[in-house]
């Protein structure tokens, strides 16, 4: 089974300040991993997503991800924090038979100026 | 219009109503998806669809009830609601490659509150 666990419910950062996220997987089998960003009011839009070979990705926005095997993680960061990038960000796993995706319970991005 | 549309946008109902949700897809997709979005609570899947045939029910009470005409349009019909059933309603898309789904893209939602 799989499941994904986001740890924060709330981060708050410093304009021009480092962001990470976090997020720890469980599955069974390789996963394919995903960050979506969801601003007030809207839907979900796809950050990025590993599905194999480089386990660095990079998304929009200035976003990457790196998979760690090891570590069952796939934290989200961004070097320089933008007043634009204040929004909730949720991780998601593929299921094994590919037809379900996991969500967690989202974190929420603060941006202080 | 671009992505995955939904309409209406914000909703109001009594307990006793029948309304419906609708959600287009315009990328061609052969999935779509319904989730519940609850405040403090992981996205919630309803119901997924596969080339029109429904593949997962979630155990979902039977007052909301999904209609999938052909692969671009999605439906929520609702019912007899009740209050805790308040919240976002996400549609989504994804493209299904073999056995397995890609990435899913997701419209605005419908805020749905029942009185």
């Known amino acids: 089974a799989q499941s994904v666990t986001q740890l924060g419910s709330h981060v708050s950062v410093s304009e021009g300040a480092l962001v990470l996220l976090r997020c720890n997987y469980s599955?069974?089998?390789?996963?394919?991993l995903f960050w979506y960003v969801q601003y007030p009011n809207q839907g979900l839009q796809l950050l990025l997503k590993y599905t194999t070979g480089a386990t660095l990705v990079k998304g929009i926005n200035g976003f990457e991800a790196e998979f760690k095997k090891s570590e069952t993680s796939f934290h989200l960061t961004k070097p320089s924090a933008h007043m634009s990038d204040a929004a909730e960000y949720f991780c998601?796993?593929?299921?094994?038979?590919?037809?379900?995706?996991?969500f967690g319970t989202g974190t929420s991005l603060t941006v202080i100026p | 219009e671009t992505g995955v549309t939904q309409t209406p946008r914000h909703l109001v109902m009594g307990m006793t109503n029948k309304k419906s949700l609708k959600c287009e897809q315009h990328l061609g997709h052969n999935a779509m998806y319904w989730y519940k979005q609850s405040a403090k609570k992981p996205l919630e899947l309803m119901f997924v669809y596969n080339f029109k045939e429904q593949t997962e029910n979630n155990s979902v009470p039977s007052r909301f009830s999904p209609e999938c005409p052909n692969s671009s349009h999605l439906f929520l019909h609702l019912h007899t609601l009740q209050p805790e059933d308040s919240a976002l309603y996400l549609c989504?898309?994804?493209?299904?490659?073999?056995?397995?789904?890609?990435?899913?893209?997701f419209g605005p939602g419908t805020r749905l509150t029942v009185l």
């Open positions: 989504a898309s994804s493209q299904k490659g073999g056995r397995n789904y890609n990435e899913q893209f």
């Open positions: 998601a796993v593929r299921s094994d038979t590919g037809n379900q995706f996991y």
């Open positions: 599955s069974s089998v390789p996963p394919y």
